[in-house]
């Protein structure tokens, strides 16, 4: 049975997955621990990234070196860029980019040196599946939806995510960053700090990879506030139910 690799940032993304893990083998390995074990009858590890695009790429090679995945699949949260991707929203990756590269002018600005391209691409498959368990875990969540209540229920959106170095924590700079993106004819949906480094070093090695995230704040004023409250009460529930309908896709 070929290993899948699940991915979180922080351990409170991670830790419903980790209790439901069967079999769980613990092993270190540069500094971080892999769990091993089994998931919805499919052999996985589970792993954090850590925050930020070296320490992510630094787990994602790990594991495809160490440990021999065959797939790596990534959960957590982002910040909201476009206007319709609200907090509980979920998007689906569609493809990478990294907002702080800038090789300009020796390359276009936001493209990989010596890559060709700015963008580096999901895997089509993974996401549609990544998609249709993110849907039925929202439909699940808004059953109980009450549409009186004049609060837009939650969607689930596909698309690209922009991922830097650098927590998103003020409204002008969420605006700033998504029109520069735009303005080089990226349409960010959301921002985060790893995706785009696990996504190239997968590309370098040929591995499928696919991303889910959940909306924790809107990248404003009041984004570090959201964050830390969405992540602390929402984050692993969505994780356990998307990712667990996921596997049994597969
Ligand atoms: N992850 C979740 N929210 C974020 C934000 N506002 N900026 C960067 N990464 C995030």
């Not at 070296?54 to 982002?78: D, K, M, N, P, S």
């Not at 969607?155 to 993106?181: K, N, P, Q, W, Y």
Request: hydrophobic share 50%; with cysteine; charged share 15%.
């Amino acid at each position: 049975m070929t290993r899948i690799a699940i991915l979180s940032a922080l351990m409170e993304e991670q830790h419903g997955l980790l209790a439901l893990l069967q079999q769980p083998h613990k092993t270190t390995h540069a500094g971080r621990d892999f769990w091993l074990g089994e998931l919805h009858g499919q052999s996985v590890v589970l792993a954090l990234s850590r925050i930020g695009k070296v320490a992510a790429a630094t787990t994602a090679t790990a594991l495809i070196e160490q440990f021999g995945v065959a797939r790596i699949v990534f959960t957590g949260v982002a910040g909201g860029l476009a206007p319709g991707v609200q907090v509980g929203d979920v998007v689906v990756a569609s493809g990478f980019v990294q907002h702080d590269m800038d090789a300009s002018p020796i390359f276009p600005r936001y493209e990989l040196p010596l890559y060709g391209r700015s963008l580096i691409a999901c895997d089509t498959a993974l996401s549609a599946l990544l998609f249709e368990a993110a849907e039925a875990h929202l439909a699940r969540v808004g059953a109980g939806f009450d549409a009186s209540s004049g609060v837009a229920a939650h969607r689930v959106h596909r698309g690209l995510i922009a991922s830097g170095d650098r927590f998103v924590s003020a409204a002008g700079e969420s605006v700033a960053l998504r029109s520069a993106l735009q303005s080089a004819g990226h349409e960010a949906l959301a921002v985060e700090m790893e995706g785009a480094a696990v996504a190239q070093v997968c590309f370098d090695y040929g591995v499928p990879f696919a991303a889910v995230r959940t909306i924790s704040d809107r990248a404003d004023d009041q984004a570090h506030v959201d964050f830390a409250q969405f992540v602390r009460e929402v984050a692993s529930r969505y994780a356990c139910a998307i990712i667990g309908a996921w596997l049994g896709l597969l």
